[in-house]
């Protein structure tokens, strides 16, 4: 079953936000996240807030979600007040999105636009799996306002997605990309995992040959992380399958950066690469630079203006609290000053465009040149960027520049 939520301080019954949170709002790039946590079979490694029909229980369902959804956010526009808040960036994700109809989905996107309205050019993203989708269900999305679509790929392998416990045909995956173009997709991305007990170098390879010969815009490459809880873990720990091995995931990740590179596509966060500045994910960008979003959904984590709360985690209890017209909020934490400088450090060091070097106290000054030195980074007047090799040490990095 999915992870526990994390430990936090208590929620006013209506949501309220300390009025510091609220001070500079509309200024900065605001976005929603909206959580579908719906899949038709759990994949073995994944430890996301989701459920299958036969996980789910009482007191909720596919049918309703949206309805809950939508209260969620009408919630938000009462909490965040009268302040204009244009929505720079949405982002449904799961579970699988694309098990609700595009109706469904629509309704959601078309409440954001009704309380909040969309900026102007808005990034509006789905996620969806290869299986989930037919041109019918791809051209309805992007006539209800879905511009970016990204595909759970993951492998072109299929012994590497039978250990995933992935059940789409990889054979799909061009076909799904073709009907997106289609439909008129402005930007459409591919997932991928690298590092699956059993794959060799040569299967990522073709894992990566196959996802470029689709022609993304965005692609999407992270390593496999065995996550406590999930049934690959418990493979793992009966010796059924070896853990992930670090050289190994180093090999691939040079192949990656070396395959998607030359095929043209920079990368510009240590896990995505893009065909051009357009094609970033302006959603994730808003996470990994402090920016303001609402999470919808249950499990789903918001952030505005130093205030990161989550709501409740089962998709019974988020419909209860909404019905009875509460905060679906489980709990939250004011972040201070400091916390939120250890977090631009942890999260802006990722990126191409670099860490400004005006985040750091002197122990994370002190410690540049020597990062400088072993290769790590390149240091420019007011930034710092990881070198290919600082990207496959970022963890280390980080620990040297926080004290």
């Keep these: 079953?999915?992870?526990?939520?994390?430990?936090?301080?208590?929620?006013?019954?209506?949501?309220?936000?300390?009025?510091?949170?609220?001070?500079?709002?509309?200024?900065?790039?605001?976005?929603?996240?909206?959580?579908?946590?719906?899949?038709?079979?759990?994949?073995?490694?994944?430890?996301?807030?989701?459920?299958?029909?036969?996980?789910?229980?009482?007191?909720?369902?596919?049918?309703?979600?949206?309805?809950?959804?939508?209260?969620?956010?009408?919630?938000?526009?009462?909490?965040?007040?009268?302040?204009?808040?244009?929505?720079?960036?949405?982002?449904?994700?799961?579970?699988?999105?694309?098990?609700?109809?595009?109706?469904d989905l629509g309704a959601v996107l078309d409440v954001i636009a009704a309380e909040f309205g969309l900026a102007p050019g808005a990034e509006v993203t789905t996620e969806a799996n290869p299986d989930s989708v037919t041109p019918e269900t791809l051209a309805g999305l992007r006539e209800r306002g879905f511009t970016r679509i990204s595909f759970g790929m993951q492998s072109a392998v299929p012994h590497v997605l039978a250990v995933l416990d992935r059940t789409h045909d990889p054979a799909r995956v061009p076909d799904v990309v073709a009907w997106a173009r289609a439909a008129g997709f402005e930007q459409v991305s591919l997932d991928l995992i690298y590092g699956t007990p059993g794959e060799s170098l040569a299967d990522w390879e073709r894992s990566l040959d196959e996802a470029l010969a689709c022609g993304p815009d965005h692609v999407s490459a992270y390593s496999l992380i065995v996550e406590d809880g999930t049934a690959l873990a418990r493979r793992v720990r009966r010796g059924e399958l070896p853990m992930?091995?670090?050289?190994?995931?180093?090999?691939?990740?040079?192949?990656?950066?070396?395959?998607?590179?030359?095929?043209?596509?920079?990368?510009?966060?240590?896990?995505?690469?893009?065909?051009?500045?357009?094609?970033?994910?302006?959603?994730?960008?808003?996470?990994?630079?402090?920016?303001?979003?609402?999470?919808?959904?249950?499990?789903?984590?918001?952030?505005?203006?130093?205030?990161?709360?989550?709501n409740v985690k089962h998709p019974a209890a988020y419909a209860d609290r909404l019905a009875r017209g509460l905060s679906p909020a489980h709990a939250r934490e004011v972040l201070d000053a400091q916390s939120r400088r250890v977090e631009r450090v942890l999260l802006e060091v990722r990126l191409r465009d670099g860490l400004p070097t005006d985040v750091l106290d002197p122990h994370g000054l002190a410690a540049v040149p020597l990062l400088v030195a072993d290769g790590l980074v390149e240091a420019a007047p007011d930034r710092l960027v990881l070198t290919r090799r600082g990207r496959l040490l970022a963890d280390a990095v980080v620990r040297d520049l926080l004290p």
């Design 1 to 103: 079953m999915p992870s526990a939520l994390p430990l936090g301080d208590p929620v006013p019954e209506d949501g309220a936000l300390p009025t510091s949170a609220l001070e500079g709002l509309g200024e900065r790039p605001f976005g929603f996240y909206v959580h579908v946590p719906f899949c038709r079979v759990r994949c073995g490694y994944c430890d996301f807030n989701t459920y299958t029909a036969e996980e789910l229980g009482p007191g909720a369902s596919r049918a309703t979600y949206a309805a809950s959804a939508v209260s969620e956010v009408r919630r938000a526009r009462q909490v965040l007040g009268d302040t204009d808040v244009r929505v720079d960036t949405v982002f449904v994700g799961g579970g699988t999105p694309t098990l609700l109809s595009p109706d």
């Design 244 to 310: 992930p091995d670090e050289d190994d995931l180093a090999d691939k990740y040079d192949a990656a950066d070396e395959r998607l590179t030359r095929a043209g596509l920079g990368w510009y966060e240590v896990s995505n690469w893009a065909r051009d500045d357009a094609s970033r994910c302006r959603h994730n960008l808003g996470y990994w630079t402090d920016g303001d979003w609402w999470g919808v959904g249950p499990g789903a984590h918001s952030h505005v203006g130093g205030v990161r709360w989550w």
